[in-house]
């Protein structure tokens, strides 16, 4: 049997006639960036996440890139960050002028370890990104207090966590404003590039929804330097559809999670540590981390059994060539350096058949059995 990592088409095959109409619709229609589809669907979303505004935008990055810019944060400016996150956290920050200020993830769900965040405020800090790392949102409990006792913006990166929960409260109405990506591979993914940003804040909604189109409130007349990052017809009409099955869609990766976490013979002699979810959060699934010190054999196996499987990261931020200039700073975090080397992500997508989450069970009992 082979297993792949995450199949797209799946998800397509599953709503190919809503998807068809909507698009054709679209097509007929002539009318293609920013339009009803855009309006209404950030209308819907906004509601699905529980903040008053949603400002639709290009991708995830530019989201996260806009709200800073909407907060004028830049240049001698400070973000904390965690170090275990996708390169765009980082990247949105840099891209804006400002420094990212490392912190170590925990142990636990390898989200940003809130109980270092404090030693690394100072006079320059302006911001933490809260990023929603696997499909669990960060300790935002916290983050939010460190937030309000430095008067800092709690800024949420839910590109990896749309639908996710924290006591009760969805990602993407956490915070000040948070960053959510649209990107194919994401719980709620469009056929293209997309992004948007959720908020209470009028100010940062009126400079988003202006900056993201060249700055420009009236065609032709620029109130602010902005920045073509707009969300399109075609990629909107897609995503109210699947929208609707996002809830359905994260209860199965739920359940695929749940079936592994019951048949996979982890924790054997701590060499295999299967993912856990914080109290107080309801897990997403966006992917399914587990940690191994075995992981180069182990993933020569699944490759040998046709079981797909990525690394969600290999290098962590700091440590790339992009930031050569601060690659030195490595030695202050062993775990995130540890995890880039332990983690391997298994098959999870709400389109897995029984049979495949059953063979990818059994093929991995039989690697923790045999070579442990
Ligand atoms: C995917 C992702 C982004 C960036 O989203 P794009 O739409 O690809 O720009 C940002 N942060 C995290 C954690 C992500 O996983």
């Known amino acids: 049997m082979k297993v792949k990592f995450l199949d797209l088409s799946a998800a397509y095959s599953e709503l190919k006639t809503e998807i068809d109409d909507v698009v054709r619709k679209v097509l007929e229609n002539g009318w293609y960036i920013l339009g009803e589809n855009v309006e209404q669907f950030e209308r819907e979303f906004a509601e699905y996440c529980g903040s008053k505004y949603c400002v639709s935008v290009g991708s995830g990055l530019?989201?996260?890139?806009?709200?800073?810019?909407?907060?004028?944060i830049g240049p001698g400016d400070e973000v904390i960050v965690p170090a275990n996150t996708y390169i765009a956290t980082v990247l949105a920050v840099s891209n804006v002028g400002a420094t990212p200020v490392f912190v170590e993830p925990e142990e636990k769900t390898y989200n940003i370890d809130s109980s270092k965040i404090e030693e690394?405020?100072?006079?320059?800090?302006?911001?933490?990104?809260?990023?929603?790392?696997?499909g669990q949102t960060a300790n935002v409990r916290k983050i939010k207090t460190i937030c309000?006792?430095?008067?800092?913006?709690?800024?949420?990166?839910?590109?990896?966590?749309?639908?996710?929960?924290h006591f009760g409260k969805k990602a993407g109405s956490l915070g000040d404003s948070a960053a959510f990506s649209f990107y194919p591979g994401k719980n709620l993914g469009a056929f293209g590039d997309g992004g948007a940003v959720t908020t209470n804040d009028d100010s940062?909604?009126?400079?988003?929804?202006?900056?993201?189109?060249?700055?420009?409130?009236?065609k032709y007349y620029n109130s602010v330097k902005g920045v073509n990052s707009r969300l399109d017809e075609i990629q909107a009409a897609i995503l109210r559809v699947k929208l609707k099955y996002l809830d359905q869609w994260n209860a199965q990766r739920n359940k695929i999670a749940q079936y592994y976490i019951e048949h996979m013979n982890s924790n054997h002699k701590g060499d295999f540590i299967l993912p856990q979810c914080s109290e107080g959060n309801k897990h997403v699934w966006h992917l399914f981390v587990?940690?191994?010190i075995k992981r180069e054999k182990l993933?020569?196996?699944?490759?040998?059994h046709s079981i797909g499987w990525l690394i969600h990261y290999p290098i962590p931020p700091y440590l790339q060539v992009a930031y050569k200039e601060i690659n030195h700073l490595s030695e202050q975090f062993p775990l995130t350096n540890r995890l880039s080397n332990e983690i391997v992500s298994l098959p999870m997508g709400p389109h897995l058949t029984q049979q495949e989450v059953e063979y990818v069970?059994?093929?991995m009992n039989n690697f923790i059995g045999e070579k442990v």
């Open 62 to 72: 530019s989201a996260l890139e806009l709200i800073l810019k909407a907060y004028q």
């Open 290 to 292: 587990i940690r191994t």
């Open 204 to 218: 940062v909604a009126e400079y988003i929804r202006i900056a993201r189109n060249y700055g420009s409130e009236k």
């Open 299 to 304: 993933i020569d196996y699944l490759n040998s």
């Open 148 to 165: 309000e006792k430095y008067n800092l913006r709690l800024i949420e990166d839910a590109a990896q966590a749309h639908g996710a929960e």
């Open 120 to 134: 690394k405020v100072t006079k320059n800090t302006k911001a933490i990104i809260a990023v929603h790392l696997y």
């Open 361 to 363: 069970c059994c093929v």
